[in-house]
């Protein structure tokens, strides 16, 4: 993701003077029908719509809970520009120039068709009680962008499950911010009414940040990379429950809102201060990794992008503890296990436990190997439909987490070594882990190459 003001200086694209051109007419177009509009001679009509307020907000463990709401209706005036903008506007010597000035960026009726449709954005404006001059260069650089070629600059507001704050606030850096809700997230504004108590499904934690859509449209790839990164930090079932998104020029194409599937976040995790810098570094470094993993086809059917399905799955499920187990121990299969050979629960639990041994995450080599073949065992029992007659429902939801934890911080490690993009480079790095159990040479060098990498919190 880029910095915000990286994404701005883009704008030396088109010529200073082209700039200069387009932010004239906006104020040209606002003046003209401000004009009209307070001369009278514009017929305005009302439209109503209801506000949704939250009145009250509540905190109780860091968890905020609205406890009162209340609804307004607002009326709106509104009127029709087609017709002034065709007979005013389309007319004027500044129309005319900038016409020509975007005709030799894209093709003719193009440019007509995303000049009227910025013109007459800016009629709408003319309503309002005044117009500041930022608002219209804002609006116009990013009008400049769009006409470039560029993606659109949008500004996200993600509500998150699975993920509880100690603070208020925290910054992550490149604009990225996680914060709590507040009043305002829970009020809404619409001409049907606003969204029922149960579709705000109300959140522990939003996720702001900035990004590029290839189209004015949500960028999937970008939300999910930047959710992906929180899931991987620590052990929690990280959700988007609600997200709203902010076009720049907000003018021309408004908001969205999109209302994912609502489940239950198993696991959670608490952000303290102490987590702020390690979080911060964490996202710095493995945001990147992550995103090419879900736009790259040529990675989609790669050992690691099938890893981590298996793992988003197990880690999201509510289904309960038999199929996050199985869906456990199918990621640390994609890992560290050979295609087309039968190697069971002996050869994956020394796999695993040799690798995590290398990172020492604070877990012997003999624990860690007893809770992996004992999920295995489970998994078989539960894929071949038998009961599992050892333990009880608890011992279930102990392994479940136990291999959850273990499966996280295999795919960080074999995130960062990138060598799972080809079946050559992970049958490599297998047989050097196989020969670090008897080999104090090859263990000591495959301790070098992990030292130093993240692990995030456990």
């Known amino acids: 993701m880029l910095p915000f003001p990286q994404m701005v200086?883009?704008?030396?694209?088109m010529t200073e003077s082209g700039r200069a051109e387009l932010?004239?007419?906006?104020?040209?177009?606002v003046a003209v029908a401000r004009d009209h509009v307070h001369s009278g001679k514009a017929a305005i009509s009302q439209f109503s719509s209801i506000r949704t307020i939250c009145d009250e907000l509540q905190f109780r463990d860091c968890r905020p809970t609205p406890t009162r709401f209340s609804q307004q209706i607002v009326a709106k005036p509104w009127w029709d520009e087609s017709k002034f903008a065709e007979t005013a506007i389309e007319t004027l010597p500044e129309y005319a120039s900038c016409l020509s000035l975007i005709s030799r960026l894209v093709e003719s009726d193009e440019a007509t068709r995303r000049l009227n449709g910025f013109c007459r954005a800016l009629c709408r404006l003319s309503l309002e009680p005044e117009v500041p001059e930022s608002?219209?260069?804002?609006?116009?650089?990013?009008f400049a962008e769009l006409l470039d070629g560029c993606s659109e600059l949008l500004q996200?507001?993600?509500?998150?499950?699975?993920i509880v704050l100690a603070e208020s606030r925290y910054d992550l850096g490149g604009g990225i911010?996680?914060?709590?809700?507040?009043?305002?997230?829970?009020?809404?504004?619409?001409?049907?009414?606003?969204?029922?108590?149960?579709?705000?499904?109300?959140?522990?934690?939003?996720?702001?940040?900035?990004?590029?859509?290839p189209s004015p449209h949500l960028d999937q790839e970008e939300v999910y990379s930047s959710v992906e990164c929180l899931r991987l930090f620590a052990l929690g079932s990280v959700r988007v429950c609600y997200t709203r998104g902010i076009h720049r020029c907000h003018i021309m194409h408004g908001d969205f809102q999109v209302f994912p599937p609502r489940q239950h976040s198993?696991?959670?995790?608490?952000?303290?201060t102490d987590d702020l810098t390690p979080l911060k570094t964490f996202i710095a470094a493995i945001h990147p990794l992550l995103l090419p993993l879900r736009r790259d086809r040529e990675l989609a059917n790669s050992p690691l992008r099938l890893a981590l399905d298996r793992y988003w799955e197990g880690l999201l499920t509510d289904k309960g503890a038999d199929l996050r187990?199985?869906?456990?121990?199918?990621?640390?299969?994609?890992?560290?296990?050979?295609?087309?050979?039968?190697?069971?629960?002996?050869c994956l639990g020394q796999r695993v436990a040799a690798l995590l041994g290398l990172a020492d995450v604070g877990v012997g080599r003999p624990e860690i190997y007893k809770h992996v073949t004992t999920a295995y065992d489970i998994r078989n029992k539960f894929v071949h439909g038998e009961p599992y007659k050892k333990g009880n429902v608890n011992t279930k939801e102990d392994e479940a987490r136990a291999i959850l934890d273990y499966a996280r911080i295999c795919l960080l490690l074999c995130l960062q070594l990138g060598l799972w993009a080809t079946m050559p480079q992970k049958e490599a790095f297998l047989d050097d882990l196989d020969a670090s159990l008897l080999d104090g040479r090859v263990r000591n060098d495959l301790e070098l190459k992990v030292?130093?990498?993240?692990l995030g919190k456990h």
């Not at 198993?266 to 303290?272: A, L, P, R, S």
């Not at 187990?325 to 002996?346: F, P, V």
């Open 266 to 272: 198993f696991y959670e995790y608490k952000v303290g």
């Open 451 to 454: 030292k130093g990498l993240l």
């Open 135 to 142: 608002l219209l260069f804002e609006q116009t650089a990013e």
């Open 325 to 346: 187990i199985m869906q456990a121990i199918s990621c640390l299969d994609a890992l560290l296990t050979r295609s087309g050979r039968q190697e069971g629960k002996h």
């Open 156 to 162: 996200l507001c993600s509500w998150l499950h699975g």
């Open 9 to 13: 200086a883009r704008l030396v694209a």
């Open 23 to 29: 932010l004239g007419l906006a104020k040209k177009v």
């Open 177 to 213: 911010v996680l914060r709590h809700p507040n009043k305002a997230d829970f009020s809404f504004e619409n001409t049907t009414g606003g969204p029922s108590h149960d579709l705000l499904s109300f959140p522990t934690a939003i996720l702001e940040y900035k990004c590029r859509a």
